[in-house]
């Protein structure tokens, strides 16, 4: 039994070893074949070829090279759309579209386009003593207000192209004996310019040409200006007289030389100045036929009558602010819608003065009119011109009294004025 385990022990010893020896032969010929295929001379490149390649091939995912190389960086700045934006000073046209605002020619030097619309003969327009252009329209041609002077309770507003007649109102005033109506203008009905207001003179008075002074009785003590806003020609009005707000007038205590004065013409300041002037102002000329250093501009701010109502009356305050340069014997007067032009009639001739947007009013009458006078052409059955008006600009109109106010086809006048 000793004998067979010590047999069994001895043939295990002899297996491992040869699978110990086996191994080791295994081992040297693998060697031995390693050493054929890679000469002596190849083995330091080895590790040259295999690891190098990999280092370089990463400096050469070179994005990080690429960066700086994608110069999009630098195609931003020079993307000059941006330096279009302040090469586009298209925006500087916009304060530098004040063409509108630039006044025309302070003097016209002449007149040109002569064309004289007719009225048929009627009843109420005998002595044409005012008229005042309207910015409203008929069937696309201009219209005015108009009448005739003495005592009066209407007013009419005519189409000049067909020479009609397009509405006649009623008004709501007391019955004066002694009324006078001589004057009209059409413009804003307070300081905001935002309606449109008709005022008319009540404001002639040919006794008080005798009056020399502060104490004088003769002719009316008081006169007037009515106020109302102007109609819609377009609209159809019940029969009923329309309700006006009276501005009583009186020269007795002011700074007038008299107490009582005569008066054909009115204005309306259309736009105010920089002086202080508004506008709603209102402006008138004293008349004096055989004493015209006794002539002066008066003046009715806005804020005495903006707020009056229809049918209210209030004696309002006046103040002589010049006297006139040129001595004529004014019979009416009218301001451009644009401000700076003013036409005064005296007699057969208009006048013009010229106002800038600092000059008041008052300033502009004291100066000196412009050199080209307009002179009026008489027509047959004309006697005397005393009214005159502006029309849309440069346009303006003159219409005369018939005969011995004997009832006549009317024929108002249009000019254009030339500008040098």
């Known amino acids: 039994m000793q004998f067979f385990i010590f047999l069994v022990n001895l043939l295990v010893f002899m297996h491992e070893l040869h699978l110990v020896s086996s191994a080791d032969v295994l081992r040297r010929r693998l060697k031995n074949s390693a050493k054929k295929q890679v000469p002596k001379s190849e083995t330091k490149p080895k590790v040259t070829m295999s690891v190098a390649p990999k280092i370089i091939v990463v400096p050469d995912v070179a994005t990080a090279k690429v960066v700086p190389d994608v110069p999009t960086a630098k195609v931003v700045p020079d993307v000059p759309t941006v330096k279009v934006i302040p090469d586009v000073p298209r925006v500087k046209v916009i304060p530098d579209v004040p063409t509108v605002k630039v006044p025309v020619s302070k003097c016209p030097i002449g007149r040109q386009g002569e064309l004289v619309y007719k009225v048929p ?123 006006v707000a009276t ?68 004696t309002v305050p006046v103040t002589a602010v010049a006297s006139f340069l040129e001595e004529h014997t004014w019979t009416d007067a009218t301001m451009n819608r644009e401000g700076n032009l003013i036409a005064v009639r005296a007699s057969n001739n208009i006048y013009f003065f010229p106002r800038d947007q600092s000059q008041t009013v008052k300033d502009a009458l004291q100066g000196t009119p412009c050199p080209f006078v307009s002179a009026t052409v008489m027509r047959q059955n004309q006697t005397q011109f005393e009214s005159v008006t502006f029309l849309p600009f440069p346009y303006y109109a003159e219409a005369s009294e018939c005969s011995n106010e004997i009832a006549c086809d009317l024929s108002i006048t249009r000019y254009k004025l030339v500008f040098g």
């Open 121 to 243: 003969s009627n009843d109420k327009f005998r002595e044409i003593s005012y008229m005042a252009y309207s910015n409203q329209t008929q069937q696309g041609n201009p219209v005015v207000w108009m009448g005739s002077d003495g005592f009066q309770n209407s007013i009419s507003v005519v189409n000049l192209s067909l020479g009609t007649i397009i509405n006649t109102y009623k008004l709501d005033v007391p019955a004066e004996a002694q009324a006078d109506w001589e004057s009209l203008t059409v413009g804003p009905c307070d300081s905001t310019g935002t309606k449109s207001c008709i005022y008319i003179g009540n404001k002639g008075n040919n006794p008080a040409n005798f009056c020399t002074d502060q104490n004088c009785k003769f002719g009316r003590e008081l006169v007037s200006i009515y106020k109302l806003e102007e109609p819609n020609i377009s609209k159809v009005y019940d029969s009923s007289p329309l309700k």
């Open 247 to 314: 501005l009583v007038i009186s020269y007795a205590g002011t700074n007038f030389p008299t107490s009582r004065a005569d008066s054909e013409s009115l204005i309306v300041d259309h736009v105010g100045d920089k002086a202080g002037g508004k506008a709603g102002d209102l402006y008138f000329i004293t008349k004096f036929v055989t004493r015209r250093d006794l002539e002066r501009v008066g003046k009715i701010s806005v804020e005495s009558h903006q707020n009056l109502s229809p049918g209210s009356s209030l």
